[in-house]
């Protein structure tokens, strides 16, 4: 109890991830919001950014020791945010596509991530992980075969994308065997930038991780990119 107000219990802690060489700020402000949002308190969220990591194996091994430093135990199931890269290194260390633990994943929401490769990945690539978010990338493949010999991801799976997001494009954000559920941004430039602001989508994510029925469903695939 906090001033005679008492916090929800959620069904299982919230990891939030950020994108590519985003800065600590990004899935902490992301956790504080969903933690407002819910009604949650903070200690139910855990942060991880990838500001100086640059390979995917290097993003996976940070969220596997922030999972023991927050909850000291990879064994426990986790509801995962990711945001644009998050989701490809939430997916990864699901099946464990490096060795050791793997990240027990119950839900998984992926805002604008290169599911199906990015856009500017195309263009510009200045690290290994940007150059693995390309489309038809051997990483990309090498996680889809993963995915495809374990039968089943085994965790649920929701995807957000957004027209106008001239870095991912709005028909990257899911992969092959799912389709995103979609909006127009409500301004034309930065669409994938400001998507964590987006409040149709926290709306929706917060609504989902506290039982209540989801405010989107998925509704095809998008008319534009």
């Not at 899935?27 to 949650?40: C, F, H, N, V």
């Not at 596997?64 to 998050?86: I, K, P, T, Y």
């Not at 092959?176 to 994938?192: K, Y």
Request: proline letters at 4%.
């Amino acid at each position: 109890m906090e001033h005679g107000v008492e916090k929800t219990v959620l069904e299982r802690p919230v990891l939030c991830l950020s994108g590519w060489r985003a800065w600590p700020v990004m899935p902490w402000s992301l956790a504080r919001t969903l933690s407002s949002m819910t009604g949650a308190d903070e200690e139910w969220f855990g942060c991880c950014s990838f500001a100086t990591v640059g390979s995917f194996e290097g993003a996976v091994r940070r969220v596997m020791g922030v999972v023991r430093e927050q909850w000291g135990d990879v064994g426990q199931e986790l509801d995962v945010v990711a945001v644009s890269m998050g989701g490809l290194v939430a997916r990864a260390a699901a099946v464990g596509l490096y060795g050791g633990d793997v990240l027990r994943v119950k839900r998984l929401f992926t805002l604008s991530s290169p599911h199906r490769g990015a856009k500017l990945a195309g263009l510009v690539a200045v690290d290994r992980a940007s150059r693995d978010m390309r489309a038809g990338s051997v990483f990309l493949e090498r996680l889809a075969a993963a995915e495809r010999e374990r039968g089943v991801r085994g965790y649920e799976m929701v995807c957000y994308g957004r027209t106008r997001d001239w870095w991912v494009g709005a028909k990257q954000t899911s992969p092959e065997d799912m389709e995103p559920i979609w909006l127009d941004p409500p301004l034309v430039t930065m669409s994938h930038l400001l998507v964590t602001m987006d409040r149709r989508i926290l709306d929706d994510i917060a609504a989902r991780l506290t039982g209540q029925d989801p405010v989107l469903c998925a509704n095809g695939a998008p008319l534009k990119d």
